[in-house]
DNA sequence: ATGGTAGTGGGACTA
């Protein structure tokens, strides 16, 4: 049995729908995660996605601003929503679910963005977005007995330095600062967790899931970074079958600026 | 160095 698990932030669900069921209609992932569905959750398209296959929807909405869903077609048990660092923001949440004999805790998350001057004592955005890394370095692979782990999620930082497209020009830029990327890279340390889009693509490789929508041609100035990820729990990776980043969604009429990530396991 | 676009909600803010 392969099981597919498709991450996407999708910047508005209820204007995105139409793109969503194209994406749907063609990938089928088992679980779909979304990031900045900008909606309550009595705004969300509840029935449209559950025409689409998808049952079992949990959702961490807020009006206007950020919120994350998981929709799966396999049933989701113990769900739970984190306000990291106490503000109030919709930016997590988290789920188990069973497939192959094992139980596997999925947390799908929204990072905060950060602003633009990436300077915490002129802007509060940039200090929230540090402390909410912070925070996440608590948050441990193996936190659960007998559980396996999965994170997912826009987590608006890109590590590598082939996860932009100029790391040199972007070294100040906010989601590229050593701060940031040396926070990210302790989180997946101390948490235990395995970068699995970088085990099957060489660091050497370019890789991008987030086009800006200011670029003039996005695809031909190809000015893109890895903000979109999917870890794991050590266990999982011998299981990874393939990730795949549809870039070409990016193209599509009234895109999302970040494209579905998908990952299949061998379970 | 700047401004470029998009979404919510009908301002100003966020990204």
Same mark, same amino acid.
Not at 115 to 141: C, Q, W, Y
Not at 142 to 157: C, F, Q, R, W
Not at 237 to 263: F, M, N, Y
């Given at each position: 049995m392969v099981l597919s698990l498709t991450t996407w932030n999708i910047n508005s669900v209820r204007l995105r729908m139409p793109i969503v069921e194209r994406f749907v209609g063609t990938y089928r992932p088992d679980i779909l995660c979304l990031q900045e569905i900008k909606c309550q959750n009595h705004e969300f398209p509840l029935e449209a996605m559950q025409a689409l296959g998808y049952p079992? =929807?949990?959702?961490?909405?807020?009006?206007g601003y950020h919120g994350v869903a998981i929709a799966s077609k396999i049933p989701?048990?113990?769900?739970?929503?984190? @306000?990291?660092c106490g503000v109030g923001d919709s930016r997590h949440i988290s789920a188990i679910f069973e497939r192959g004999g094992r139980r596997i805790r999925l947390h799908n998350f929204y990072v905060p963005a950060g602003g633009d001057?990436?300077?915490?004592?002129?802007?509060?955005?940039?200090?929230h977005k540090l402390?909410?890394?912070?925070? &996440?370095?608590?948050?441990s692979a193996a936190?659960?007995? @007998?559980?396996?782990?999965?994170?997912?999620? @826009?987590?608006? =930082?890109?590590?590598?330095?082939n996860d932009v497209w100029s790391h040199k020009q972007l070294l100040k830029i906010v989601s590229h600062t050593p701060v940031e990327t040396e926070?990210?890279?302790?989180? =997946?340390?101390?948490?235990?967790?395995?970068?699995? &889009?970088?085990?099957l693509v060489d660091p050497s490789q370019k890789l991008?899931?987030?086009?800006?929508?200011?670029?003039?041609? /996005?695809?031909?100035?190809?000015?893109?970074?890895r903000l979109d990820?999917? /870890?794991?729990?050590? @266990?999982?990776r011998p299981v990874l079958q393939r990730i795949d980043i549809l870039r070409e969604a990016r193209g599509w009429d009234k895109p999302s600026d970040h494209v579905p990530v998908t990952a299949y396991f061998d379970l």
């Amino acid at each position: 049995m392969v099981l597919s698990l498709t991450t996407w932030n999708i910047n508005s669900v209820r204007l995105r729908m139409p793109i969503v069921e194209r994406f749907v209609g063609t990938y089928r992932p088992d679980i779909l995660c979304l990031q900045e569905i900008k909606c309550q959750n009595h705004e969300f398209p509840l029935e449209a996605m559950q025409a689409l296959g998808y049952p079992h =929807i949990i959702l961490h909405g807020q009006k206007g601003y950020h919120g994350v869903a998981i929709a799966s077609k396999i049933p989701l048990t113990e769900d739970h929503r984190r @306000d990291f660092c106490g503000v109030g923001d919709s930016r997590h949440i988290s789920a188990i679910f069973e497939r192959g004999g094992r139980r596997i805790r999925l947390h799908n998350f929204y990072v905060p963005a950060g602003g633009d001057e990436p300077d915490r004592t002129i802007n509060p955005k940039f200090g929230h977005k540090l402390d909410f890394v912070e925070e &996440m370095k608590a948050l441990s692979a193996a936190a659960e007995p @007998d559980t396996s782990a999965i994170l997912v999620g @826009d987590l608006n =930082i890109a590590p590598l330095e082939n996860d932009v497209w100029s790391h040199k020009q972007l070294l100040k830029i906010v989601s590229h600062t050593p701060v940031e990327t040396e926070g990210l890279t302790e989180v =997946i340390r101390r948490g235990g967790w395995v970068d699995l &889009m970088r085990e099957l693509v060489d660091p050497s490789q370019k890789l991008y899931t987030w086009w800006s929508y200011r670029a003039k041609d /996005w695809d031909a100035a190809d000015r893109g970074r890895r903000l979109d990820h999917i /870890w794991s729990s050590p @266990d999982l990776r011998p299981v990874l079958q393939r990730i795949d980043i549809l870039r070409e969604a990016r193209g599509w009429d009234k895109p999302s600026d970040h494209v579905p990530v998908t990952a299949y396991f061998d379970l």
